[in-house]
Nanobody
Framework: QVQLEESGGGLVQPGASLRLSCATS???????MGWFYQAPGKEREFVAV???????YYADSVKGRFTISRDSTKNTVDLQMNSLKAEDTAVYYC?????????????????WGQGTQVTVSS
């Protein structure tokens, strides 16, 4: 069992930056780690994943603005979000996938955090 806890959310203006962090309770170096977001009334959507070999993939909507990174010694995964837009407003979740298949889909993930709210508004 792996427990995850996100932090770093908040209210920012368009164009600002935020850095989300996800702390895990155990070693996740052999797993894929992802970030998803869920806006009100919408399904949970893929944001980014850093795979166990450190390969990184992003949703088209965040490419060039968001950067995912992991620290295997600290068992954390961060999401640096730059040039934030109003449409980035959502609850952001980090998650861990034990198997490395279809990790752009939420169903691939075994463990989830509780989420952290990101609001982008002027």
């Amino acid at each position: 069992q792996v427990q995850l806890e996100e932090s770093g959310g908040g209210l920012v203006q368009p164009g600002a930056s935020l850095r989300l962090s996800c702390a895990t309770s155990g070693s996740v170096r052999d797993y894929d780690m992802g970030w998803f977001y869920q806006a009100p009334g919408k399904e949970r959507e893929f944001v980014a994943v850093v795979r166990r070999n450190n390969a990184k993939y992003y949703a088209d909507s965040v490419k060039g603005r968001f950067t995912i990174s992991r620290d295997s010694t600290k068992n954390t995964v961060d999401l640096q979000m730059n040039s934030l837009k109003a449409e980035d407003t959502a609850v952001y979740y980090c998650a861990v996938a034990r198997n490395g298949f279809y990790t752009m889909f939420s169903t691939a993930y075994d463990y989830w955090g509780q989420g952290t709210q990101v609001t982008v508004s002027s």
